[in-house]
């Protein structure tokens, strides 16, 4: 493969929506480009990371499209990033129409993947191994199941019922549209995958699940497995996604590989791939080089495996105006260097 070329800070803008908490990857593309980070939270932690901080409207008011644009102007911005599931269809609808270069699928795609119901239909469809799934007052198989909300996110209101009573009572209980799915039994894995602008997949790096906590990974390990690799690459290729995605799938004992969500962003365990890539390759500096025009060769498959990531939180002191003082717990900030 041929060395990345170095990429020249400042060349491109790249603007991250909703940043909330992810300081790790608004701070990795910072290093290769230059970043404006909005989010709805004045306090959202991960908007320090970034060069440039903006209020922006609402996500559902008529005006965020629009002052998403004006940022893209005035930074040139050459790809917009969700970090949250929440403005992906908006987005979506906004790159259709020629008014964002947003890294997102199509619309009706990004629609049935925040929908886990749709998803699984749009899965069986294509192909794609989804566990059985039904809405509730449907008939089931077999238990046990899990009832869950369609539109879920960070693991809230997912219940086991071991019978029909039971999921019947989840079902009312959960105070949102839910779905029943077969209680898969068998390791569980996250694939983080990166398409380029045509849909093709990049790479497609999987990882185990050590330990999550409210949607993100806090430990986890990545994984030499061609089988999953490929899935992963098949699962981008044949939805269109663009740019980065996570496929969570469980290798159940009986019925095999079947995937139970596909999120069209980057996924709860960035530093996992980025650890895995190959120089220069790492999603965030793939990104800005094909903001700037650039072709990049499929890899997959082509990473380190064996690499472990454990997580815990960190912050920011922020001064009487809300500014970073630059002061830390520990000073010099950062870990220790070798004695
Ligand atoms: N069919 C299933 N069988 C077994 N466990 C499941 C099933 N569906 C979900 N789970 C468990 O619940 C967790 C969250 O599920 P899911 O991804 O569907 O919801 P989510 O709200 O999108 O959560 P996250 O933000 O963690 O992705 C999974 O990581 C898995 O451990
Ligand atoms: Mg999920």
Redesign the pocket.
């Known amino acids: 493969m041929a060395p990345a070329a170095a990429i020249a800070l400042n060349e491109v803008g790249i603007l991250l929506t909703g940043v909330g908490k992810r300081y790790d990857i608004v701070a990795a593309f910072s290093q290769h480009a230059e970043v404006v980070a909005v989010d709805p939270n004045p306090l959202a932690p991960a908007q320090y990371a970034a060069h440039h901080r903006r209020a922006v409207p609402r996500i559902g008011d008529p005006g965020y499209v629009p002052a998403l644009r004006e940022l893209c102007e005035e930074f040139g911005v050459r790809a917009v990033v969700p970090l949250t599931d929440l403005d992906i269809e908006i987005l979506a609808g906004a790159r259709l129409a020629g008014e964002l270069p947003a890294l997102v699928p199509d619309p009706d795609v990004a629609r049935a993947m925040y929908d ?1 119901y749709e998803a699984h239909l749009l899965l069986s469809r294509a192909g794609l191994p989804s ?1 059985p799934t039904v809405l509730p007052g449907e008939r089931v198989d077999a238990y046990p ?2 009832v ?2 369609r539109r ?5 209101s ?1 219940h086991r019922a071991d019978n029909r009573r039971a999921a019947e009572f989840f079902a009312r209980y959960i105070p949102e549209e839910t779905m029943v ?5 068998g390791p ?1 894995f996250s694939i983080d995958a990166l398409s380029d602008l045509q849909g093709r997949c990049l790479n497609a790096i999987p990882r185990t ?1 050590i330990e ?1 906590r ?2 993100e990974s806090i430990k986890g390990t990545v994984i030499a497995d061609p089988e999953l690799a490929e899935l992963g690459r098949r699962v981008v290729e044949l939805l269109s996604l663009r740019g980065p995605s996570t496929i ?1 799938v ?1 290798r159940d004992r009986e019925i095999g590989l ?1 995937i ?2 596909v ?1 069209p962003r980057f996924g ?1 365990a960035f530093p996992a791939p980025v650890y895995a890539a190959l120089p220069g390759h790492t999603y965030p500096e793939l990104i800005v080089r094909m903001a700037r025009g650039e072709e990049i060769e499929p890899h997959v498959g082509q990473y380190r495996a064996g690499v472990t990531f454990t997580r815990y939180f960190w912050q920011l002191e922020l001064d009487e105006r809300m500014e970073p003082t630059g002061r830390d717990i520990v000073t010099p900030p950062g870990p220790p260097s070798p004695r």
Not at 181 to 185: T, V
């Open positions: 886990k566990p199941v899990m869950k909300p879920g996110s960070g693991a809230r997912i799915q077969r209680l898969m039994d569980e699940m999550s409210g949607g969570q469980f079947r139970t969500d999120n709860g």
